[in-house]
Nanobody
Framework: QLQASGGGSVQAGGSLRLSCTDS????????VGWFRQAPGKEREFVAG????????QYSDSVKDRFTISRDYPKGSVYLQMNALSPEDTAVYYC?????????????????WGQGTQVTVSS
């Protein structure tokens, strides 16, 4: 079971750190991704990390601002978000991939957390 947390309201230029906790070792051998969904828009890939943690991938819109990482002993994956802008406002979801690699499509993920709201004001 995945639990996402860390969302909140910040001003443009601020930072937030999202956490995704895996209480049942759901993604211990899987890639993990962060997605986001803004009102009226489709869910989109934000960042992903493979099961070993040695490879990461980002969408062009967040590259160089967001960093994904994982902590195996804690069973957690993090998304550090810097230089936030109003365009980053969305519900953010973490998900466990069906395999060990990174995938950028929602179909590639088997388990989803409940989402955490991020709101960035200008």
């Amino acid at each position: 079971q995945l639990q996402a947390s860390g969302g909140g309201s910040v001003q443009a230029g601020g930072s937030l750190r999202l956490s995704c906790t895996d209480s049942r070792s759901t993604f211990s051998n899987n890639g993990v991704g962060w997605f986001r969904q803004a009102p009226g828009k489709e869910r989109e890939f934000v960042a992903g990390i493979n099961w070993r943690g040695g490879r990461t991938q980002y969408s062009d819109s967040v590259k160089d601002r967001f960093t994904i990482s994982r902590d195996y002993p804690k069973g957690s994956v993090y998304l550090q978000m810097n230089a936030l802008s109003p365009e980053d406002t969305a519900v953010y979801y973490c998900a466990a991939a069906r395999g060990s690699a990174i995938t950028t499509t929602t179909e590639g993920y088997a388990y989803w957390g409940q989402g955490t709201q991020v709101t960035v004001s200008s």
